[in-house]
Structure formats: C-alpha cells, structure tokens
C-alpha cells in the first residue's frame, strides 16, 4: 500500500496523532505505547527504524536516538477501525526507559498459574539488579566485578557442563547447564543483548 493511501485509512485523533504499540516480533510480548503523526510514520516507513511523536516535547523522536535500543521495523498494521497502529519490531536492547525489556511490567491483576518463560523472567531481574543494586546479591556482584569476571564464570561453567557431560547423572548436567545459561544472560545484560536479538538470530538460521 502507497503511503499517501495508508494515511487515508487511518483514523488521527482532533491532534492528529493515532496510538501506536509496539510489539516484539520474537517474543510477542508487548513492549510500549506512544503516538504517530503523519510525519512520524512517513519516516518510520522510510527508515525501517520506528519513530513517534512526543507529545510531551511535541516533536518527532525516534526510539533510541539517546540510549541505542532503537526498534527495527518489521511489520506495520492498524486495526479494523484504523484508529491504532500495531508495530512489529526487533527490539534493540530494553524497550523501557527504566531499563525493563517491556514498558509493561506493573501488575495489577496476575494469573499466578501461569508459567512464565523463565528464561525472560530471571533476564529482566538481572536487568533490575543491575539498575536497583541488591546487598549480598550474587548477580550484583558479577556486575559490579565487570566483563572479565563474567566471562571467567561461563568458561567455568561450560567446563563444568563437559565434566557432567561425561557422568551418568542426568540431574547434574541439567544443573550445569543451567548455571551456564544464567552466567549467560547476566553477559547479554552487561552486553545490552536482549532474548528478543537472539530468538531472532536463531530464527533466521531455522528458515
């Protein structure tokens, strides 16, 4: 669809600005809210990198001009009525300014049933240890100590999951292994690599 025939489907409000979400394409988790004007979705279209419009500062700003973690454009949609705006995108590093991979992450009402991906959970407490320092906490700790610590804990650990490969023990591999995931997300944090990057890599070599 040209872009002059896209604007006519869309419904702005008395300001000329629609809501737009933005959406993981890898994980599918919601991660924000912000509003598009005409402007802003000629330039997302354009530059494949997401821009909105601050109604705040009452200009355009593209996510992640100031802190990196832009939002690479993979789908654009809009809803049956025209009058919000789905973004699929590939999240460069967390989508909140707070440093959460997700805007959405104040609870009100939880289904305490629901398993949730335990790999994306412990990622985003790490990402909260990292900006609300824990005392005594172990993650804390291989933070505070940097890169080289970080990385001499994997090469441990993947020492550690060869060793338990070779024993008969079941359980015990299946702890190394996860000692050596957890080490690893605590890099992709220190590295500002999100689960979103890496569900995608994976996903381009399955295809």
Known sequence: MEYKELI??????????????????????VLMLAYMNEESIKKT??????????????KLWTKGET?????????FSYDCDGDTIL?????????????????????????EDKKEDIINKIYDTIIDRKNNPVENSYTN?????GLDKILKKIA?????????SKNEDKSELIY????????????MVEKNVNI??????LYKRHK
């Open 156 to 164: 441990e650990e993947s020492g550690e999951v060869i060793i338990a």
């Open 196 to 201: 979103g990057e890496i569900k995608g890599e």
């Open 87 to 111: 973004l699929e995108v590939e999240q460069k590093g967390p989508a909140c300014h707070t440093g959460k991979y997700s805007c959405f992450h104040n609870y009100v009402v939880k289904d």
């Open 141 to 145: 700790y291989l933070l505070e100590e």
């Open 67 to 75: 802190s990196g973690n832009f939002q690479i454009l993979k789908n």
């Open 8 to 29: 006519k489907k869309i419904q702005f409000d008395e300001k000329g600005l629609v809501p737009a979400v933005a959406q993981d394409i890898n994980t599918k988790k």
């Open 45 to 58: 279209l354009e530059e494949k990198k997401v821009c909105y419009y601050s109604r705040s500062r009452e």
């Open 176 to 187: 190394e292994i996860s000692d050596l995931v957890y080490h690893t997300l605590v890099l």
